[in-house]
């Protein structure tokens, strides 16, 4: 698009359906670099993508050529066709339904991405629950309890 400029740092996080702990440590890094080259493939900019057991966080520079929500459908629709093809985990995998998308200046970036990145370190001391509602507080997100992830601490 001839002079269209933006800059939308995006994070978005979304689940593992019912919560369950299937992201083990040796499949986290090979479904991080497929989601990182899912992003590229749809000309997202991908800044950071890592998450822990049960959770993936992304940070990109969301193009306006799709939307966002069209880009977590393209993410999550194929890394779980991935994961269920290569069968790395028992069973069916799919990630719960929504997500949480927020956007940051550009003056935000790296401590997004250094918070993205310590995900494992973050997850000792903080549960996804508190995590994912602490973040939905500081952007000043009103949220109704039933329409949130489920959480199963």
Do not use: C
Not at 50 to 70: A, C, R
């Amino acid at each position: 698009m001839a002079n269209t400029y933006t800059q939308l740092s995006t994070h978005v996080v979304f689940a593992v359906k019912g919560r369950e702990n299937l992201l083990n440590a040796k499949l986290r890094p090979e479904l991080f670099k497929y989601i990182y080259g899912i992003l590229s493939k749809n000309n997202q900019y991908s800044l950071a993508v890592n998450g822990y057991k049960d959770h993936v966080h992304m940070f990109f520079e969301l193009t306006p050529s799709k939307s966002l929500s069209d880009i977590v459908r393209i993410v999550k629709t194929n890394s779980s066709k991935w994961i269920n093809e290569n069968r790395f985990i028992p069973g069916e995998f799919s990630w719960q339904e929504g997500y949480g998308g927020f956007a940051y200046s550009r003056s935000h970036r790296d401590a997004v991405i250094k918070y993205i990145i310590k995900q494992e370190q973050h997850h000792q001391q903080k549960t996804f629950r508190e995590e994912y509602l602490n973040i939905l507080k500081s952007f000043e997100i009103s949220y109704d309890e039933q329409y949130i992830f489920e959480f199963y601490e």
